[in-house]
């Protein structure tokens, strides 16, 4: 499974439709990722921030993220910033950090800066 977590902020014209059609705030995005097969896992308009909204979504490989993440970005009054970060769960971070430390130890030298 590939996990991404989005922030966005949205246009002003967004803003200003949500204010008019609260009912219509966050429908697009889920509906995106759900046609792609994914799931969004959760939803949450920020109240303070720079972000207007957070959303946790996951699919079932790396393409199919990756198709989800350029949709996103085309989306017509979609957002003014948007920012994708990949998140991992405890286990394949564990997983990752023994794969890297396997190879790791001929790249890094402890207290050496590269």
Known sequence: MATYMFLGKHQPARVTTFMENPDSAGRRF???VEELGGTVIATYF???GSFDILAIAEFAD???AH???R???AMP???ADLEITALASPEDARAAMKRAS???ASVVTPGKAH
């Open 30 to 32: 889920p509906a995106l």
């Open 102 to 104: 396997s190879v790791g």
């Open 62 to 64: 790396e393409e199919t």
């Open 77 to 79: 009054d979609g957002f």
């Open 46 to 48: 920020c109240m303070t």
């Open 67 to 69: 198709a989800a993440i």
């Open 71 to 73: 949709l996103v970005k």
